[in-house]
């Protein structure tokens, strides 16, 4: 079995039970392992099984369901709304002398002319094509589903509107059925919820801004290099290994190195930080960043879908088209709500035409039930909402994978931080060197730096980087072995050597070494032991600075109310003297590389925990927490096992990862109350229910289907325009 994943763009939906009906269709297949829609994204994301199925068939799966599928993802194709604005220009056209002429005579605006027959046939003629050509999407979407055997929005508006329409009719025909007509309810209901379908797109459209952004990043071309011939290509035709020049102000094509020039380069798109990054030969540059000042020289490295950017587009991409838990109640109740209210309407037509006698009344609140109700306000609710925060957070340097991430993220009460790379600059340097033997600093840093050849830990590149400033000639190590949490080992010149933590040699440490490991401690500073086979030969002791701003994110998070702890496998002296300088209170200290997920499970114990950490040693906690958080400057290990991602490698990402995700969480909540609340009263407010209370203003005592249509249509704009404020809204 080949697992596959794909996202497929849709079109075609009104209301949330078309995603379900999707959802239904694709995960019936026998080799279709999950298929997900998201509504306000129309996006669905499916796993299935490459070997037994092609994404054609997945396509043709989803088109003979009735909707339409495409590969192309591209968010900037705004072509829906305007496939809709001709039949709502014609809807307008119709609509609006016959809503004029109708309300004019019913008033007495106009005279005795107006009520007569042909008047009838008039507004019969104006209402026609509003009912069969702008309403004609209604009609088709309602049969699709019907043969789908579910019943989605068009099917309430399609009955509403016809009902209204085909009683005048008859009126018309037959007069002895009634002495009014109701062709200017049904016109309006059609143009007036065709309105909010266009400015629902439109706005839904919006929440799209972020990842739009993104893809606006994206180079058309790059200036090649053949020598010192310059050559404008496309920037596929860019593959690793070319060199490539970028002039003040251009866009850098594809990630890669540079080689020649000097530079400050906007780097905001992706960390968020508005600060320039100077760059010079050696320097990394990434696709998407702009070019400020002089002329840079690169040689590219990672070109097409392997950028960065590349990379956060897709995952942005597959971020706002998940689902987040919370979504489940919705989807339950849009399962049944559409069934639901046509029940609700039919019993409202029988018990007022049972109850009062009179065919018309009982016949309005139908039409009004079928109307006011709206699944789209609580299909919305959620992934508007989703998206816009998830956007948000893209433009501040911080991806969520999933939805799930977000709404756990806004439960975190506890943080937990690995001190190397995340608190601290992860990129220690070598300040003390103390001989206890006879042998010179140059001679034990020597053999220090030539047994750390075969590790890629930071300390151990900070002796091997000490020793190529000194100068100094390494010795060839045999039999290297890495004990992890604790050091390094191997032979120089037939000798075995060790080097590591102190406590590795603790049967060995004396009272003078323990007094100057103290004091190096105390200070903040990391010692690490060298020994042969008989003695400790010297003490090393190394400076890993905190981050200029660990202690102001520390602070933000303490006001957020999160508790705050730090882990290290260092000293608890060390550990002590870097948590006093940032901020943290809570230590856990001496930690081993595989105890650290332990830590994690302790900890969540008493509340949800998040943990931010950077590298690979730190995976297993980032996986363990109900958050992981990955520094964007770790190993992608560390990356593929978070849920989160600061991509800047700044600490002050997180304090404003956990806010967008706590107003994220309030803005779903606002929309679903809004959404329920809005059909609990409306529905009973359009079945006649204040008909009972005399004080209740008429308007409410009469709902009319056309003010019914006016709700209807703004309830889910105000839903999406509500998740929309949280690009506005400002960060604590």
């Known amino acids: 079995m080949t697992s596959s994943e794909i996202q497929l763009a849709l079109s075609g939906m009104s209301c949330t039970n078309c995603a379900q009906t999707i959802e239904k269709g694709l995960n019936a297949m026998d080799a279709v392992e999950s298929a997900q829609v998201n509504f306000a994204s129309e996006i669905v994301t499916i796993h299935f099984d490459g070997e037994q199925l092609s994404v054609e068939d997945l396509i043709d799966t989803i088109e003979s369901l009735g909707f339409h599928a495409s590969r192309d993802l591209d968010p900037a194709d705004q072509t829906a709304p305007l496939k809709e604005k001709t039949p709502f220009i014609i809807g307008v056209a119709f609509t609006l002398p016959l809503f004029v002429l109708s309300m004019a005579r019913d008033f007495a605006v106009i005279g005795s002319w107006s009520h007569t027959s042909w008047m009838n046939w008039l507004f019969l003629l104006l209402a026609t094509p509003v009912q069969f050509y702008t309403g004609a999407g209604f009609y088709t979407g309602a049969w699709r589903s019907l043969q789908n055997r579910s019943a989605n929005m068009d099917v309430l508006v399609a009955m509403g509107s016809t009902i209204a329409y085909l009683y005048s009719v008859i009126v018309l025909l037959f007069p002895a059925a009634g002495d009014h007509v109701y062709f200017e309810t049904s016109a309006v209901i059609i143009t007036l919820i065709k309105l909010g379908k266009l400015l629902e797109a439109r706005t839904k459209g919006k929440t799209g801004a972020a990842i739009r952004k993104l893809m606006d990043l994206r180079p058309k071309t790059a200036v090649r290099l053949s020598g010192d011939t310059e050559e404008e290509v496309e920037i596929k035709a860019v593959i690793s290994g070319d060199r490539l020049r970028i002039y003040p102000g251009q866009t850098i094509p594809v990630d890669g190195r540079v080689v020649a020039g000097q530079s ?24 998407g960043t702009i070019n400020q000042h002089g002329m840079l020289e690169m040689v590219a490295e990672k070109v097409g879908k392997d950028t960065v950017l590349a990379q956060i587009i897709q995952l942005v991409q597959d971020a706002q088209g998940s689902k987040a838990p919370i979504q489940a109640l919705a989807d339950r109740v849009a399962a049944i709500f559409v069934p639901s209210v046509l029940i609700i309407a039919v019993t409202v037509f029988i018990l007022w035409w049972s109850i009062g006698g009179e065919f018309v009344p009982a016949m309005v609140r139908l039409i009004a039930v079928l109307i006011i109700a709206c699944p789209c ?9 989703l998206m816009a925060g998830i956007g948000k957070a893209s433009e501040q340097g911080i991806l969520f994978k999933n939805g799930t991430a977000i709404e756990t993220t806004a439960t975190i009460r506890q943080i937990i931080f690995d001190k190397t790379g995340t608190i601290t600059a992860g990129k220690p340097a070598l300040t003390d060197i103390l001989p206890l033997t006879q042998q010179s600093s140059e001679e034990i840093l020597r053999l220090a730096a030539s047994i750390e050849q075969g590790s890629e830990h930071p300390l151990g590149q900070a002796l091997i980087q000490k020793a190529k400033e000194q100068q100094l000639e390494l010795i060839a190590v045999d039999n290297f072995a890495a004990r992890s949490g604790w050091g390094v080992e191997g032979n120089l010149l037939g000798n075995h050597y060790q080097l590591g933590k102190p406590d590795w040699f603790k049967e060995r440490l004396n009272e003078d070494v323990r007094q100057q490991l103290s004091m190096l401690q105390r200070a903040g500073k990391t010692a690490m032991l060298l020994t042969d086979d008989r003695q400790i030969i010297g003490i090393f ?13 520390i602070r933000q998070l303490k006001k957020q109310g999160l508790a705050v702890t730090m882990l290290t496998g260092d000293h608890h002296d060390t550990a002590r003297a870097i948590a006093s300088e940032s901020g943290i209170d809570d230590i856990v200290a001496e930690v081993l590389p595989a105890d650290k997920a332990s830590v994690v499970v302790e900890k969540q114990r008493h509340t949800p925990v998040a943990m931010v950490g950077d590298g690979i040693n730190d995976a297993p906690a980032l996986a363990q927490a109900d958050i992981g958080m990955a520094m964007g400057s770790g190993t992608d290990i560390a990356m593929e096992s978070a849920d989160v991602i600061l991509v800047s490698g700044s600490l002050s990402r997180a304090p404003i990862a956990i806010e967008i995700s706590r107003q994220t969480m309030a803005t779903i909540r606002q929309n679903l109350f809004w959404a329920f609340i809005y059909n609990v009263a409306l529905i009973p407010t359009a079945a006649g229910v204040f008909i009972l209370f005399p004080g209740v203003p008429d308007i409410l005592r009469h709902f009319h289907p056309m003010l019914a249509a006016v709700a209807m249509s703004l309830s889910s704009v105000t839903v999406v325009s509500n998740s929309l404020r949280l690009y506005h809204k400002r960060l604590k």
């Open 541 to 553: 002791a190394l400076s890993d600075p905190i981050k200029p701003d660990s202690a102001t994110a």
């Open 264 to 287: 400050a380069v906007d780097e905001s798109m992706l960390s968020g930080e508005a600060l320039p990054v100077d760059k010079q030969p050696d320097d990394s540059v990434t696709a």
């Open 377 to 385: 306000a609580l299909g919305l609710a959620t992934p508007t909402a």
